[in-house]
């Protein structure tokens, strides 16, 4: 199990720019797919970014292509999502996810992928 805390969540204005972090710790992180995922109340929780074990292959939902960036740095264990062109819609609570790849260059999607979980950091988009 490897345990995750994200960090960097805030308000912010339409159009502003945030970034999240999320450090891991307890297990191996290069051995560890990543994925962001977001909830907002009486939602179901959905996928907004994934990325591969070696950060080659990165993978995003069509509602933040473009205007989202997953990165990693393994040396650091640890997952980043640069978040510009913010929208209200955007607003949410924000949860890192890894899951043990064996692949080092596939990304997932997909709650069920995911196995590990952080507490997850609140965005507030005001317009």
């Known amino acids: 199990q490897v345990q995750l805390v994200e960090s960097g969540g805030g308000l912010v204005q339409a159009g502003g720019s945030l970034r999240l972090s999320c450090a891991a710790s307890?297990?191996?992180?290069?051995?560890?797919?990543m994925g962001w995922f977001r909830q907002t109340p009486g939602k179901e929780r959905e996928f907004v970014a994934g990325i591969s074990r070696s950060g080659g292959t990165t993978y995003y939902a069509d509602s933040v292509k473009g205007r989202f960036t997953i990165s990693r740095d393994n040396a650091k264990s640890s997952v980043y999502l640069q978040m510009n062109s913010l929208k209200p819609e955007d607003t949410a609570v924000y949860y890192c996810?890894?899951?043990?790849?064996?692949?080092?260059?596939?990304?997932?999607?997909?709650?069920?992928?995911?196995?590990?979980w952080g507490q997850g950091t609140q965005v507030t988009v005001s317009s």
């Open positions: 996810a890894a899951k043990f790849a064996l692949s080092g260059v596939v990304a997932y999607n997909g709650v069920e992928n995911y196995n590990d």
């Open positions: 307890g297990r191996t992180f290069s051995m560890y797919a």
